[in-house]
């Protein structure tokens, strides 16, 4: 059996989904070595990952149109898709969803084609894929129940971490808290900028990183002297900020998973989190938790920081439990389970 990869991602801004994919491909190219990562001629980065570029077409019409063509008439394969989405028209295809945030119908979190178009596609590849990952027992619930797909066909694997050097600790004039992906409204930082009084008297500052991805709706971000907007900033340079945070706030209303949570515990950095499911699943009681929308609650979340420790003990664990490599081992068991 011949294996391709979907490698839409090396063509889009790095977030959190784009970051498993590179992860998981590493390790599935070391047990598949024969497997073949395809991607549109234009990529966002330069890529360490081994790839062969095809098509003239970029974004969703690559995905939908040249890459199916390629594999056309090709013999016993099959194509792995590890960010949501996937060809519609092949039937040999495993993928991987990692939440249904687009499916949160009271919610404006992404622009309407987006949204539209997501909740078009993911029902029907779900519906025909020969197996459906996913990255929590939190997202394979959601999908049983948005989709009436027997769980039998949804298999859970833990997400990973990328290796992380070790960053400088630097002095900072002032003590602040990190929160990631501020652009994206499901990360709800309008609702802590609206509470900054709260992380001002506690003596922080804060500091936001951009994410500019196109998919997300909107939002206003009110000036204030004690904020910082960063935007396209190296692995280096965002790992520093991580490790001398006093502390990462993640305030989502909607999550998968959470990777800048775990990047976070890794390297000791206390986590202030809302109270979500998917996170305690992940977590347990590492992060300090707050009820959403509820001041008084993140008021004394703020107030822990200072007695929040995340043992070196906590962090072997972390990456022992969240291996990209146990994850790409689990896939190709399922994989090779399968009847071509």
Not at 11 to 17: A, H, L, N, T
Not at 279 to 286: A, H, R, V, Y
Request: glycine share 4%; hydrophobic share 40%; aromatic share 12%.
């Amino acid at each position: 059996m011949k294996v391709y990869i979907n490698g839409r991602f090396l063509s889009q801004e790095r977030s959190g989904v784009q970051y498993f994919a590179s992860g998981i491909v590493h390790e599935l190219m070391n047990l598949y070595p024969e497997a073949v990562l395809l991607s549109p001629k234009k990529i966002a980065h330069d890529s360490w990952l081994r790839h062969q570029k095809i098509g003239f077409l970029n974004g969703v019409l690559w995905e939908q149109i040249s890459l199916p063509l390629f594999l056309l008439g090709k013999k016993d394969h099959i194509l792995i898709n590890l960010c949501n989405s996937a060809p519609l028209f092949l039937t040999n295809n495993i993928i991987i969803v990692h939440d249904l945030a687009f499916e949160q119908k009271s919610k404006k979190w992404f622009n309407s084609n987006f949204k539209k178009w997501y909740q078009f596609l993911i029902p029907r590849i779900c519906k025909s894929a020969r197996l459906i990952f996913t990255v929590s027992q939190f997202s394979k619930k959601e999908i049983e129940k948005h989709y009436t797909i027997s769980g039998e066909r949804i298999k859970v694997i833990t997400n990973g971490i990328l290796e992380i050097k070790t960053p400088e600790i630097k002095k900072t004039d002032a003590p602040y808290l990190l929160i990631t992906s501020i652009n994206d409204p499901r990360k709800n930082v309008s609702w802590i900028i609206k509470n900054m009084d709260i992380i001002s008297a506690n003596g922080y500052k804060l500091v936001m990183i951009k994410n500019n991805s196109k998919v997300f709706a909107d939002i206003n971000l009110t000036s204030n002297p004690n904020i910082q907007v960063k935007e396209y900033l190296s692995n280096k340079a965002y790992f520093e900020l991580l490790k001398n945070a006093s502390a990462l706030l993640y305030p989502s209303e909607y999550e998968g998973f959470g990777i800048p949570i775990l990047e976070s515990l890794i390297l000791g950095t206390p986590v202030i989190a809302s109270n979500l499911e998917v996170f305690q699943e992940s977590f347990g009681t590492l992060p300090i938790y707050f009820e959403q929308g509820n001041k008084t609650s993140f008021e004394k979340a703020i107030e822990k920081i200072k007695y929040s420790k995340i043992s070196v003990e906590d962090q072997q664990q972390l990456k022992e439990r969240f291996n990209f490599k146990r994850s790409a081992q689990e896939m190709v068991k399922q994989i090779d389970a399968l009847k071509i």
